[in-house]
């Protein structure tokens, strides 16, 4: 089990060692193209992939997702047109594919970042097959462009149930999976992720969201693949043993959150963990989810 971190920023990536984490399961890029009135360069860009991954280290892994944008995030240089539904609109891998010069040039930039790091890249909201092949096969030209030598793992995260249930068939391609929980429980439960009257229902202790979670990990595990999960609910104490019985190979949180995450895992028994998960995954709702957790505590004791 790895716990490594979420960044927006080089700067957080230079504590991540000393909170001993395992790496950066989730760089958000979206913080090199918000907020200006032109694209970022390619050697604007490079220069913070590199900085970040020299932070890294060739020993930790270094999971880059591609720009996360569109929908109700504008791009202020990019005229998006204004749409009913937002979130079920252009936004994240569709956007880069609307767009494919700025995926291109955030995906050269990023291979620079290569020799420094164990790199990985990865699309959000990813839906489909189809948006995963042709982001990839991006990626595979620009690598290509660059020579041999360049070594770089593809994979997406699982923000979107239909991913989620083919996740099988998309183990057969792709490198990995990070299951995006803040927006797999919005689009699971048809719950606005942003609306305070209906935060009490966003939670990814949902068994829904929780099943979804385990057809991830089995569809993955079968073709030999690894999954993290990189939404708020691996940095929730009361998820990780659930999460580690599901068996998610890696946690990726805050960084200031890593050391008691850590201490989370070591605290408990696989078999224990396992155990736990069965029982979640047969409950009919969040509430019986959280008194499971709660009576699997008391038991630990
Ligand atoms: C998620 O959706 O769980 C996630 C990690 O991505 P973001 O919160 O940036 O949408
Ligand atoms: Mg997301």
Known sequence: MKVVANIGGAAEADEVPGYGGDGVGLLRSEFLFLQRPEAPSVEEQSGVYTAIAKALGPERDMVVRTLDVGGD??????????????????????????????????????????????LHIMFPMVATLDEFREARDIVLREKEKLGSGVEVKIGLMIEVPSAAVLAGRFAKEADFFSIGTNDLTQYTLAVDRANPRLA???????????????MTVKGAHGEG?????????????????????????????????????????????????????????????????????AQWREAEK
């Open 200 to 214: 009490r229902m966003a939670t990814a202790l949902d068994p829904a969201v929780l099943s979804l979670v385990d």
């Open 225 to 293: 693949k690894w999954v993290g999960v990189c939404g708020g609910v691996a940095g929730e104490l009361d998820a990780v043993p659930v999460l580690v019985g599901l068996g998610v190979d890696e946690l990726s949180v805050a960084v200031s959150a890593i050391p008691l995450i850590k201490a989370e895992v070591r605290r408990h028994s696989l078999a224990s963990c396992r155990d736990l998960a069965a029982r979640v995954l047969g409950a009919g709702t969040a509430a019986e989810v959280s008194a499971l957790i």
């Open 73 to 118: 995030k504008p791009l202020a240089y990019l005229p998006l047109p204004r749409e009913d539904n937002p979130f079920l609109g252009v936004r994240g891998i569709r956007l880069n594919l609307v767009d494919r010069d700025i995926l291109a040039t955030q995906v050269r930039a990023i291979l620079s970042a290569a020799p420094h790091a164990r």
